[in-house]
T-cell receptor, first 113, second 115 residues
Framework: GAGVSQSPRYKVAKRGQDVALRCDPI?????LFWYQQALGQGPEFLTY????????KSGLPSDRFFAERPEGSVSTLKIQRTQQEDSAVYLC???????????FGQGTRLTVV | AQSVTQLGSHVSVSEGALVLLRCNYS??????LFWYVQYPNQGLQLLLK??????LVKGINGFEAEFKKSETSFHLTKPSAHMSDAAEYFC?????????????FGKGTHLIIQP
């Protein structure tokens, strides 16, 4: 596609449920980032992939968060046993190489009830 | 460690007036600096970026920003506000040279345009 695509756009999960958020980056983009944006805040870095390698996961808030990009293209962010504090918009961004322009998807709004 | 401070969570200007959104950064090395705009229920769109070339950077939609190392600032300006400029604006910083830490964002400034 022409841009970064994220699905679903909206997700409501019951507390304790597992969720999986998908990101389709721009074709050929090497770098892929996940960010978490809480209501009224700026995005915060979660994790970074260069092709299939997860080079930085220092921003993942707990071991309930897991991200993968097995073939160096599509990425999935998985959250296990969701908690209310996980409610946020999860943004995916991709770039051709690190520190060139990052293109953002529209995000997935996760609401944990 | 890098950080970004955006002064003013809300800025209100009249249509046709000057827009000034403030951003100050903290970084141990000369950073790359960015301004992004976010419309409701949308992702982030890059307005402009500074990557150690010209200190005055021109972006899309008539916006520009000036990198001032002595003031550690990267304020965003537009000479004449338009109603369509109403949105959330984020200043961000990253390490140059291929750092893998992604972007560090400020908390954002909500720009309100009064008719």
């Amino acid at each position: 596609g022409a841009g970064v695509s994220q699905s679903p756009r909206y997700k409501v999960a019951k507390r304790g449920q597992d969720v999986a958020l998908r990101c389709d980056p721009i074709s050929g983009h090497v770098s892929l980032f996940w960010y978490q944006q809480a209501l009224g805040q700026g995005p915060e870095f979660l994790t970074y992939f260069q092709n299939e390698a997860q080079l930085d996961k220092s921003g993942l808030p707990s071991d309930r968060f897991f991200a993968e990009r097995p073939e160096g293209s599509v990425s999935t962010l998985k959250i296990q046993r969701t908690q209310q504090e996980d409610s946020a918009v999860y943004l995916c961004a991709s770039s051709a190489i690190t520190n060139t322009e990052a293109f953002f998807g529209q995000g997935t709004r996760l609401t944990v009830v | 460690a890098q950080s970004v401070t955006q002064l003013g969570s809300h800025v209100s200007v009249s249509e046709g007036a000057l827009v000034l959104l403030r951003c100050n950064y903290s970084s141990s090395v000369p950073p790359y600096l960015f301004w992004y705009v976010q419309y409701p229920n949308q992702g982030l769109q890059l307005l402009l970026k500074y990557t150690s070339a010209a200190t005055l950077v021109k972006g899309i939609n008539g916006f520009e920003a000036e990198f001032k190392k002595s003031e550690t600032s990267f304020h965003l300006t537009k000479p004449s506000a338009h109603m369509s400029d109403a949105a959330e604006y984020f200043c961000a910083v990253s390490e140059p040279g291929g750092g893998a830490d992604g972007l560090t964002f400020g908390k954002g400034t909500h720009l309100i345009i009064q008719p």
